[in-house]
């Protein structure tokens, strides 16, 4: 099946630093992959949608300079948490969708990225 | 707005036991319904769906069936394994490919 990837999949850094998370297809080419966000015990927020060699839609109320998502390839998209913050420390997760698998609906999911900011 | 609500856990359920974790939904216009599991260390993984009302999605062993009249969801299992020992996840689409999801019910089964 379908295999997407992160990395890394933990990661400290300190505040005031940036911190950039890689979500990979390894087996397809994503035209579209997302990011979420995970709080504990809480459910998946999307914060943006990333279409490759186009700019990514962020969801209200995320901050675009603070996320910096790039698609440069199909199989490729980067996460960058800019001047990070103790508040930003969280589960961060990617998926992305193989518009040739024959499902519309179908999101492929990495394993995620724990982020801690000291 | 939309939202998904399933029931808070962890479950924790003996080795061929009946599973039920509860999934309801506020949406407009008619969403497309889904399970996610992740078990653990992994990616979430679609298990099930549904994408109008009265179908039954099911995988594995598991069921849904999608009840518009009760704006419901809910996944059930009739005996299960310790490997179904996981985070479960409801979630629904409605228009474009935004999947919207509940808060997750983790599963222990005891053998």
């Known amino acids: 099946g379908a295999v997407v990837s992160q990395h890394p999949s933990r990661v400290i850094c300190k505040s005031g630093t940036s911190v950039k998370i890689e979500c990979r297809s390894l087996?397809?080419?994503?035209?579209?992959m997302f990011w979420y966000r995970q709080f504990p015990k809480q459910s998946l927020m999307l914060m943006a949608t990333s279409n490759e060699g186009s700019k990514a839609t962020y969801e209200q109320g995320v901050e675009k300079d603070k996320f910096l998502i790039n698609h440069a390839s199909l199989t490729l998209s980067t996460l960058t948490v800019t001047s990070a913050h103790p508040e930003d420390s969280s589960f961060y997760i990617c998926?992305?969708?193989?518009?040739?698998?024959?499902?519309?609906?179908?999101?492929?999911f990495g394993p995620g990225t724990r982020l801690t900011v000291t | 707005g939309n939202s998904v609500t399933q029931m808070e856990g962890p479950v924790t359920l003996s080795e061929e036991a009946f599973l039920t974790i509860n999934c309801t939904y506020t949406?407009?216009?008619?969403?497309?319904l889904f399970w996610y599991v992740q078990y653990p260390g992994e990616g979430l993984q679609l298990l099930l769906k549904a994408t109008k009302a009265d179908d039954k999605g099911s995988n594995k062993g598991f069921e849904a069936t999608y009840r518009k009249e009760t704006t419901s969801f809910h996944l059930e299992k009739g005996s299960v394994q310790v490997s179904d020992s996981a985070v479960y996840f409801c979630a629904l689409i409605t228009g474009g490919f935004k999947t919207i999801f509940g808060a997750g019910t983790r599963l222990f089964v005891k053998a």
């Open positions: 949406a407009t216009g008619y969403p497309s």
């Open positions: 998926s992305a969708r193989d518009p040739f698998s024959g499902s519309e609906y179908e999101q492929y």
């Open positions: 087996d397809f080419q994503a035209t579209t």
